[in-house]
């Protein structure tokens, strides 16, 4: 039994570890945005998400992100992602349906 609550503990924290966000700070600002042409809406309900900048913590420079059409949720309206400027450098706040 104290076998079983070992693993438990283990297994509960490494599945908490890998759900948990990683906040990445980024010295520099991001570029400005990059004006898009949206296209036709391709069906009924889509909404324009529009493109944005994202980190490449790898070759530590920002690559564009290009916008693309989404189903909305019923009675959901989408709020855009936005780069924020912190005492620590400049962080990606996500985008998210409201």
Known sequence: MRLFKIILVVITFALLGACAAHTVYVRRPPPP????????????????????????????????VAGHWRKAPPGRVWVNGFWEKTPRGWIWVKGYWR
């Open 33 to 64: 945005l990059i004006v898009e042409v949206k296209p036709l809406p391709p069906y009924p309900r889509a909404v324009w998400i529009s493109g944005h900048w994202r980190w490449d913590h790898r070759h530590r420079r920002y690559v564009w």
